[in-house]
């Protein structure tokens, strides 16, 4: 017998890609323009020009051994130090090169963490609602998963249940902000108040408990004034896990970095740490071409207007069906109310109007839907109508 | 406290990148020639001309939202399907698409295929000398390591050896041929006696022992006549493990796939749980933009013909100075005979005269050293009065 634990998680799809297939085939079957896909968090807008740019100049005027070349495991030296100084310059911390670690993207910088971090038992506690692969990465890596439910409505942090959850055990605290599938961001106020929480109980327990921050959505927030808040601002015992997958519009190519608080005391044991994870899982380095790239592109990002007009758009239509939803700060998702008890099956009448729409319930969420608005204007534009008869049919209007 | 085993793995490098690191330093002490850095399997001969001319097209004509977006988690299916004809014409396999897993290169393809594999205590054969991150990769999926020793000498397969080591909670057998780090190619007819032994076992205990075979340096070899059997044409049971890093020169840029072969009975279970792993590893997708790269270039190689040469020269150094080594067929790795019983102390002396060989034991060759000759051809020919030099302080010559 193999694993059966990999055979079940390569074998039920998560309830995302489920719902992209069957897009995928329901298209086929009535057309592109027919199927209103909101399913899946892939960036509908270009990378900016100047990452195809990048890419061409440094192909054609590096050597190619170099280039194509092995890094050193934790990045090329120059690439992170660039890195160091640009969070530095934006966020008033005192990182060097070698408190960040290039990653293959955010799902690696996070499976990366928790095999560096967790001990067989340990308990992470994740504010919901939360990207589901969350569960499956802390699981594999030997961490018991507990989710923490948010304030009802707000989806806002609910700090005094997430006090309640904490035990010699816990070992880290996951947050994700611009969130998904929620969208909204946490403020300062709240990180501060965690952060106050997770000093105390680390004094309590005389173990440090780690703020992990999962962080690929920073630079989607589309209002002035909208802040969200750098962690190690706030506490020595943090991490962010970062992704150019949606700020450049590279999900594909997969590139992003971990970078450890060099004011925690155990800075040392946690950054090897994290460069023995990534050895036992495989990574080896990150992709080299797009390590050389993000030195050239690192404060540069993709038109993220669009998702801006999305988001007001979409927005505006659910409201005007009578819909429950919170507008979003950032990221590109809102989490609808279902008109029913059982998102489930409100997910499943919104496939008769062509509506695709994910169940909150893997989030964390269950009686609401995501909608993923990282889209075409015109599919927004489109789906209006069958909103407005799925609403109806709920008698919202 | 934090996973004490991944802290380890981090502080203690492999022998291989302490020495590498070593050189880095020594050449800036006494000057980049002056040192004969033979420690790492880093390409040294450019990608192929080719490698450039299609990264540059695929950047500036492909729709950039699809060629950096997510594929599906096996690979972009058109790429499988180029890649599984390609085997087929080559190898007179029946595979599809759907055999086929793309994978952020070789390591990525051995960790993802032991977390499907494998259940905690299982064992892995793995016949020495072999490359010393493999038991790093099994132990952290739970497996148990076992190494084979090989026939004295010759490094090649010892099936006596192996076959009185199989028991029913051996699980796989990984071989890697052209072997890293003697060179050595294993011949058809050992590997028809290895696959007859297998299934003898898996019938007796009534469960598969599967074989993997590791890849990278298929395309590296350097005589005609020399042939590097295809394990699935031999055996159901099999799996192949592929990376482009030596053959296109590209090790920095991580792309390769695992290869699942279609004729063992539970080939969907196996193929559900190589997904699952790498779902739950964090890999994703393989970099789409190199999985575009290679539907292109799959049949292309670097020019190898370097190595040959390289190869060549250095056998002849070494024999014209009395050591004892085979000369190798294939990859770019010779494994010398220690003159003294410890190699490590052999390989301390060699850095006397600037020579960075690394010791055998990590290996599983306790009395040889790894001389990797992916180098400059000037090198070799300056490193001469060097090797002539150590060998005489042994009394060689």
């Known amino acids: 017998m193999i694993n059966q634990k990999t055979v079940k998680l390569g074998t039920v799809r998560s309830s995302i890609r489920e ?39 440094i192909i054609k005027t590096y050597d190619p051994v170099l280039l194509h ?11 992170r130090k660039t890195l160091a ?3 530095n310059a934006r966020f008033d911390t005192s990182l060097d090169a070698d408190c960040l670690y290039l990653t293959c993207g955010a799902a690696a910088s996070l499976t990366i963490a928790f095999n560096a971090l967790l ?40 700090l005094e249940k997430l006090e309640s959850l904490i035990t010699p055990n816990t070992k880290a605290v996951l947050i994700n902000s611009p969130n998904n599938p929620s969208g909204v961001v946490y403020p300062e106020k709240d990180i501060k108040l965690l952060c106050e929480i997770l000093e105390k109980y680390s004094k309590k327990f005389g173990n440090p408990i ?37 700020s450049l519009s590279l999900p594909g190519e997969r590139i992003g970095y971990i ?26 380095c990150a992709p080299n071409l797009f390590q050389q790239l993000i030195k050239k592109a690192y404060n540069v990002t993709s038109d993220i207007s669009i998702y801006k007009n999305n988001r007001d758009r979409l927005y505006s239509i659910l409201k005007d069906c009578g819909y429950q939803v919170v507008k979003p700060d950032g990221a590109f998702y809102m989490f609808v109310k279902s008109p029913e008890e059982d998102s489930k099956s409100f997910c499943e009448r919104a496939k008769k109007y062509e509506l695709l729409i994910v169940p909150g319930d893997d989030f964390g969420g269950k009686g609401y839907a995501r909608v993923s608005y990282c889209v075409l204007p015109e599919t927004i534009e489109k789906s209006a109508a069958a909103f407005r008869a799925l609403a109806e049919s709920y008698k919202l209007i």
Request: aromatic share 16%.
């Open 19 to 57: 719902l992209f297939e069957y897009g995928k085939k329901r298209k086929a079957e009535i057309g592109e323009d027919k199927v209103f896909d909101f399913s899946i968090g892939n960036p509908s807008v270009s990378a900016p020009t100047e990452v195809s740019d990048a890419l061409v100049d």
């Open 69 to 79: 070349g092995y890094t050193s495991a934790q990045g090329d030296f120059s690439v």
């Open 85 to 87: 100084e640009y969070i």
């Open 119 to 158: 001990n067989s038992g340990d308990e992470v506690l994740v504010p919901a609602p939360f990207f589901p692969e969350y569960r499956v990465f802390i699981e594999h890596a030997g961490g018991k998963f507990l989710a923490v439910d948010g304030v009802v409505n707000t989806f806002q942090l609910n």
């Open 210 to 246: 780690y703020l992990i921050s999962d962080e690929p959505y920073r630079e989607l927030v589309y209002d002035d004034g909208i802040k969200v808040p750098y962690v190690m601002n706030y506490y020595a015992h943090s991490l962010v896990c970062y992704s150019y997958s949606k």
């Open 259 to 284: 970078a450890v608080n060099n004011q925690m005391p155990e800075f040392k044991e946690v950054y090897a740490s994290i460069c023995g994870a990534g050895r036992v899982l495989g990574f080896v």
